[in-house]
């Protein structure tokens, strides 16, 4: 007796084989059927056998986990503005781990000024610089909605308020989608990573025009449970004229 499978490429591997037993391992099946199919090579002229067995399989859920303090980010960062492109340095660096796991990063070195507040697992709630100026997110930016797993969508909305010499507010409005699990290079190095697809536009009631467009593509390491590898791309139009910002932040040192 021969057999084949359908679709041919859910099956991986043949662990036993034998006239009486056929084991084998299947890959890539989320929900959906296969099909084995089975013929009598002995038999001129003998119909097939088919076996159909449904597929169901909970799609793998990742949590955030606690940072710790001292945990150091280094990151490479490219901004292209109008086709000008500009390359930096950020380092990061755990400061302090609170209540439900809700932690801070200030930027190295100290002189910097530079200091950010995160919930547990990566959704940012205020930034601040030198106290000087400040830009506080309510509830919060909600990158991410834990548990993870691939084909998950949100929904977020927030208040963005910028204190500064002047005081701003806007009102953000996206979505997310946890798009496909797939590993991910950057220089600190090779990880298994879900990829994560937001888009959001602000809006301004005193500048009703001016309504920026925002997407973020992140990939969301899941052995250091935090991003590696982000692509932002930030679009507004001002006095009929389109202007695109595009950052990328590639994680170059992780300690």
Known sequence: TTWS???????????????????VSLAGMKTGEVTFVFRDSARSGAGEARVRIAVEVEAQRYYAVRRQIGETFEWQRTDVWNGNETKSTDVWRVTEVGAGASYT?????????????????????RWEFDSLSSLNFNPSTKSYDFPLYVGKEWLSERLEEYYDEEVGFYRWYGMSTVQRREPVTVPAGTYDSLRIYSREVAYNESYPLYAPRYERTCWWSIELSAEVRCVEVQ????????YENRKTSDLVKYA
């Open 105 to 125: 990063t200030k930027s190295e070195p100290p002189e910097s000024g530079f200091s950010e507040w995160y919930l547990r697992g990566g959704n940012r709630v």
């Open 5 to 23: 499978v359908e679709p041919q490429s859910a099956v991986v591997n043949v662990i036993e084989d034998t006239p009486t037993r056929r084991v």
């Open 235 to 242: 679009r507004y139009s001002e006095e009929g004229k389109t």
